[in-house]
């Protein structure tokens, strides 16, 4: 009787399937409000990362409009940077097709040769093979068209709303300490102050060492690629830069493309395989040695967890998802630990 009133009555079965049902509907709700869940996670995960700046420039006396103005320039202004750099790669990458078409076919009538198929045969075939190829991918060519547009329309509009939601909640930054105590009175108010602080200075530091970390893997990956001379070296560095922020498998995603392309400009396993060695012992370093000597714990996440956290939000919301898993799980962790009952679940999904 003792253990029921301390807390006991927690794991009636009743209040088991009411909590079920109730994580169940909330996923199908943010799952079917993607649209509007994606733009808002991402609006505040940047108005944590960009916390740090924010109070710099408030030490220095400079008025809120001009912070939020300052601050948004900046953010748009390297995304249009970065997309810039990726469009002119991507845009050479796709003149060079034909190229690439051209040593596929004689790499492909070399490695048919031990069969009994000459060189000319292995070529028509092959031909023919990507000849079918690109007449079927003409056939939707239309649907294809629109739905590249609809992409880019999409992302224009979850561009549009991060940057409205973000706008708006740093406009109230300064003043939603005083709107929670007149909301929650002083007491509750404190419990959500303190909250909220451990969850923003968590994710801040998070995402500042996490920045830094990933710049590093993509500036080594780029000179590596240089040294080796792997076409597109660049291109392949900000995208080992930008996998970095998903955990685990990101980095090893990031290797593939680089590696497939030192195989297909040398037609060398062996050189390949050497490029493609560095590479991985560079994440390798960066991911398992360095990473953890600077970040120490983290965000206090076990590697299973975030595993499946990895592939709930990638089942939830796509690449976005899995960029966003990890500091939107630790966000849930650490405002579970005021939550008495919770308090098993946070120690079992833990690091310690």
Do not use: C
């Not at 003792?2 to 399937?17: F, K, L």
């Not at 948004?72 to 003149?95: H, K, P, R, T």
């Amino acid at each position: 009787m003792e253990q029921e009133t301390a807390g006991g009555s927690y794991g009636r079965p009743q209040d088991i399937a009411a909590w079920l049902v109730i994580v169940v509907l909330v996923t199908l709700i943010v799952k079917t409000l993607s649209f509007i869940f994606i733009p808002l996670s991402v609006a505040v995960l940047i108005f944590f990362a960009v916390g740090i700046p924010m109070e710099f420039l408030k030490r220095f006396g400079v008025p809120p409009w001009l912070r939020i103005l300052l601050v948004v320039s900046f953010m748009l202004d390297g995304l249009y940077w970065i997309g810039g750099l990726l469009q002119a790669n991507i845009m050479e990458f796709v003149g060079q097709l034909p190229v690439f078409k051209q040593k596929l076919s004689e790499y492909a009538a070399i490695e048919l040769q031990p069969y009994g198929v000459s060189v000319d045969q292995g070529k028509e075939i092959l031909d023919a093979f990507l000849g079918r190829m690109e007449g079927k991918k003409l056939e939707p060519l239309g649907s294809f068209l629109q739905a590249a547009g609809g992409s880019f329309v999409n992302f224009i509009g979850n561009l549009v709303w991060v940057v409205l939601f973000l706008i708006f909640m740093l406009a109230e930054r300064d003043g939603m300490e005083n709107r929670l105590k007149n909301a929650f009175g002083n007491r509750r108010a404190g419990r959500i102050i303190r909250v909220g602080g451990r969850i923003s200075q968590s994710i801040e530091e998070y995402l500042g060492l996490k920045t830094l970390i990933s710049l590093l893997a993509g500036i080594l990956t780029t000179i590596a690629l240089l040294l080796f001379g792997v076409q597109f070296a660049l291109l392949w560095g900000v995208l080992a830069f930008l996998l970095n922020f998903i955990p685990n498998i990101g980095a090893l995603i990031a290797t593939v493309p680089p590696i497939f392309m030192a195989l297909f400009q040398s037609g060398s396993p062996g050189f390949a395989l050497l490029a493609g060695s560095v590479l991985v012992t560079i994440h390798l370093v960066v991911g398992n040695y360095l990473e953890p000597k600077i970040m120490g714990r983290g965000l206090n996440l076990s590697p299973l967890v975030v595993l499946f956290a990895l592939i709930f939000w990638g089942w939830m919301w796509g690449g976005v998802g899995m960029l966003l898993a990890v500091p939107i799980t630790a966000a849930v962790n650490i405002a579970l630990e005021e939550y008495d009952p919770a308090m098993p679940l946070v120690k079992m999904t833990s690091a310690e």
